[in-house]
């Protein structure tokens, strides 16, 4: 069992920086891949980003690929999500997921899941 609680969202100006957090309670932290996805309103779930459980692997959609950046600290249970330039289109709830080993863009792959965290990117 795994629970995940998210922080760090908020409101931002379209060109800033946001990061944000994901804390898992647990002791076999280490043997979940993450994945951070988004949704906005009206919108599906969409991919963000994923990291293996070892944190040697990334996965990021083209979407935010060279503006977010994901790691993970195993020895803190934590996964962070830097967004640095960010796009009036990254505004959404930002949900972090966890699934046994390997990597997955589907959000269907994934058991746990935080409950949400609001990022807003003003023009």
């Known amino acids: 069992q795994v629970q995940l609680v998210e922080s760090g969202g908020g409101l931002v100006q379209a060109g800033g920086s946001l990061r944000l957090s994901c804390a898992a309670s647990?002791?076999?932290?280490?043997?979940?891949?993450m994945g951070w996805f988004r949704q906005a309103p009206g919108k599906e779930r969409e991919f963000v980003v994923a990291?293996?459980?070892?944190?040697?692997?990334?996965n990021y959609a083209d979407s935010v690929k060279g503006r977010f950046t994901i790691s993970r600290d195993n020895t803190k249970n934590t996964v962070d999500l830097q967004m640095n330039s960010l796009k009036p289109e990254d505004t959404a709830v930002y949900y972090c997921?966890?699934?046994?080993?390997?990597?997955?863009?589907?959000?269907?792959?994934?058991?746990?899941w935080g409950q949400g965290t609001q990022v807003t990117v003003s023009s």
């Open positions: 647990g002791r076999t932290f280490s043997q979940y891949a």
């Open positions: 997921a966890a699934r046994s080993w390997t990597m997955s863009r589907a959000s269907g792959d994934y058991k746990y």
């Open positions: 990291i293996s459980w070892s944190g040697g692997g990334t």
